[in-house]
């Protein structure tokens, strides 16, 4: 993302919506108002409710003051894969604390990044990473939350990890941006999908193939902003109000009305993360 483009124009509303995964705080929320200001200008375009996700201990703690100090703002905490070796026992500790709140609505994101390692100073190795996995699957089942899932360049070794501990009753793979066989394997499993500004992207051949695959209760959307400007803002920052770009791309890809869809979507996140 280069923040030299300037922000995308705000889309024609679509409504209802909710942003299943993004980053307020590198968003540039910092307190109650500016998070208010993010939020706000994502409901001028239908975009109501939104999911802030943590990567690291301090953007836990951030993701659950911000669910408190709005309501249209829920939580979902845990430890990056990449960041999997900061997981001692007092980080254990904390997040399990974090997610047991009640407007933490998800444990994630977790999973499983082996692009980084070797690449990326510090990161978490694939062992660690599965330890990590392997404990926040516990911690959801413990508390009966949904796992919110990060999935790079590992779709074989998530699934065997997923199968092994005994999934949780609701799974959600974020971002997803695999292909028309693992979107398969997913469904099979009882899995949602959940699509973000990549599927807008002419190149993603596999993730464009394995879109429509995916049947309607099991499908949620996302920004993952400040990232995956969905086209034609490719590069630019992103936010929630950048949603509706989304929807409407995925609805061309699946064949679907686009307000349909969004309220199919809508539906499923407040299942999924029993939303009020």
Known sequence: ??????????????????????????????????????????????????????????????????????????????????????????????????????????????????????????????????????????????????????????DADLLRVLHDEGAPERVIFHCFSSDAEMARRCVDAGYLLSFSGTVSFRNAKALREAAPLVPRDLVLVETDAPYLTPHPYRGAPNESYCLPYTVRALAEVRGEDADELAAVTTANAERVYGLS
């Not at 994502?42 to 109501?48: L, P, R, S, T």
């Not at 845990?78 to 399990?96: K, M, Q, V």
């Not at 692009?115 to 996995?133: R, T, V």
């Open 1 to 154: 993302m280069s923040a030299a483009r300037p922000a995308p124009e705000p889309p024609q509303p679509l409504t209802p919506l909710v942003d299943a995964h993004t980053h307020l705080d590198a968003c540039g929320a910092e307190d109650a108002e500016t998070t208010a200001a993010i939020v706000d200008r994502a409901a001028a375009v239908g975009v109501g409710r939104i999911v802030t996700v943590a990567d690291d201990l301090e953007a836990a703690r951030f993701a659950v003051r911000a669910a408190h100090w709005d309501e249209r703002v829920y939580a979902a905490v845990a430890i990056h894969p990449t960041r999997a070796n900061a997981l001692d026992d007092a980080t254990r500790a904390e997040i399990e604390r974090l997610a047991a709140d009640p407007r933490c609505v998800a444990v994630g994101e977790t999973g499983l990044d082996l692009y980084w390692p070797g690449k990326l100073e510090g990161c978490a190795d694939p062992s660690e990473q599965e330890e990590g996995f392997r404990w926040h699957i516990d911690l959801a089942k413990r508390l009966g939350k949904p796992l919110m899932i990060h999935n790079r360049e590992a």
